[in-house]
T-cell receptor, first 116, second 109 residues
Framework: EAGVVQSPRYKIIEKKQPVAFWCNPI?????LYWYRQNLGQGPELLIR????????DSQLPKDRFSAERLKGVDSTLKIQPAELGDSAVYLC??????????????FGPGTRLTVL | DQQVKQNSPSLSVQEGRISILNCDYT??????FLWYKKYPAEGPTFLIS?????DKNEDGRFTVFLNKSAKHLSLHIVPSQPGDSAVYFC????????FGKGTRLHILP
């Protein structure tokens, strides 16, 4: 069974440029997450989708970040324009949302973004 | 303000001995606690969980202990093996999952 797929794996851009990340979740997983992991920190949630609906985007910097999950499968995360502080690893995860149980999330390998 | 704290950035343990990774939390409403393991250039992978109504959960070499009164949990790995060298994230779940900063575990030969 294929895991969560992310591309690109690495991206280097200059500040003020746009950048986009793509995620293909595990087949059948209705919940998709985008996290940002800064150096020496744990993953921090940016946005969570239940199918195609963004149900938690409270931590997404909406002035420059946007995300979409068309048809409730693949998702893209965009930054426009990028700033130096956006350098981080962007992780995508997916899960089968369950109530009354722990929520095991499956992570992709991440995209390492460097903004110069 | 961190809701999930891992105060040890790194830990070195001799192969074959017990590794103990600690985690503290502040929110008593968390209903599950999870440990994730991360190798370089890979995403975190789920290791073990514990419900807030339990005080212990064991899975092979891995055991998680929960002390609700102290708002503290720990992950025990015994015996430690070279492949256990990784970064371990403690996480807590209410409506979403909140991760600690991680502890890098080095297993020494």
């Amino acid at each position: 069974e294929a895991g969560v797929v992310q591309s690109p794996r690495y991206k280097i851009i200059e500040k003020k440029q746009p950048v986009a990340f793509w995620c293909n979740p595990i087949s059948g997983h209705n919940t998709l997450y985008w996290y940002r992991q800064n150096l020496g920190q744990g993953p921090e949630l940016l946005i969570r989708y239940e199918n195609e609906e963004a149900v938690d985007d409270s931590q997404l910097p909406k002035d420059r970040f946007s995300a979409e999950r068309l048809k409730g499968v693949d998702s893209t995360l965009k930054i426009q324009p990028a700033e130096l502080g956006d350098s981080a690893v962007y992780l995508c995860a997916s899960s089968l949302r369950q109530t009354h149980s722990y929520n095991e999330q499956f992570f992709g390998p991440g995209t390492r973004l460097t903004v110069l | 303000d961190q809701q999930v704290k891992q105060n040890s950035p790194s830990l070195s343990v001799q192969e074959g001995r017990i590794s103990i990774l600690n985690c503290d939390y502040t929110n008593s409403m968390f209903d599950y606690f999870l440990w994730y393991k991360k190798y370089p250039a890979e995403g975190p992978t789920f290791l073990i969980s514990i419900s807030s109504i339990k005080d212990k959960n064991e899975d092979g070499r891995f055991t998680v202990f929960l002390n609700k009164s102290a708002k503290h949990l720990s992950l025990h790995i015994v015996p430690s093996q070279p492949g256990d060298s990784a970064v371990y994230f403690c996480a807590a779940q209410d409506d979403k999952i909140i991760f600690g900063k991680g502890t890098r575990l080095h297993i020494l030969p």
